[in-house]
């Protein structure tokens, strides 16, 4: 029953981590959606006044070019902003509970099969062949 119950919470934490993970990269990919939208309209808007405010001083190529430069500061500061990856720290503890789950239920697992040969056995000497036999097939399967 123990070896059911740690895949259950391994499956459930697993659920979870997904869940809330997932969640959290849609929210971030709608709201940058929506502000790269708003920032495109505005940089439209700026660069029309920006380019008339400029014109008479400078020139129409100065003037764009002092307006290009302005937009590429501008990406390189949304770009740094867009790196930063979301953080959830009911997503990480699912996440080290899944983990810690089926560590245990491979090690509930590795007992059971270690005793197995024990309890089917009519002797006890042929019984501990098995169980030793057993437990260096499951220790190399281990260090794979």
């Given at each position: 029953?123990?070896?059911?119950?740690?895949?259950?919470?391994?499956?459930?934490?697993?659920?979870?981590?997904?869940?809330?993970?997932?969640?959290g990269?849609?929210?971030?990919a709608?709201?940058?959606?929506?502000?790269?939208?708003?920032a495109?309209?505005?940089?439209?808007?700026?660069?029309?006044?920006?380019?008339?405010?400029?014109l008479?001083?400078?020139?129409?190529?100065?003037?764009?070019?002092?307006?290009?430069f302005?937009?590429?500061?501008?990406?390189a500061?949304?770009?740094?902003?867009?790196?930063?990856?979301?953080?959830?720290?009911?997503?990480?503890?699912?996440?080290?509970?899944r983990?810690a789950?089926?560590?245990?239920?491979?090690?509930?697992?590795?007992?059971?099969?270690?005793?197995?040969?024990l309890?089917?056995?009519?002797?006890?000497?042929?019984?501990?062949?098995?169980?030793a036999?057993t437990?260096?097939i499951?220790?190399?399967?281990?260090?794979?």
């Amino acid at each position: 029953m123990r070896l059911l119950s740690l895949a259950r919470a391994a499956w459930q934490a697993e659920g979870l981590y997904l869940r809330r993970s997932g969640r959290g990269y849609a929210i971030q990919a709608g709201l940058g959606a929506v502000a790269a939208v708003f920032a495109l309209l505005m940089l439209v808007m700026l660069h029309i006044a920006a380019f008339a405010a400029l014109l008479p001083s400078q020139g129409p190529v100065w003037s764009a070019l002092i307006i290009a430069f302005g937009d590429l500061v501008l990406a390189a500061i949304m770009g740094l902003l867009a790196r930063k990856p979301p953080r959830d720290t009911v997503a990480e503890e699912a996440l080290a509970l899944r983990q810690a789950a089926l560590r245990q239920m491979g090690d509930t697992a590795t007992q059971a099969m270690i005793l197995a040969p024990l309890l089917r056995s009519q002797t006890l000497k042929k019984g501990a062949i098995g169980a030793a036999i057993t437990a260096a097939i499951v220790g190399f399967m281990n260090r794979r």
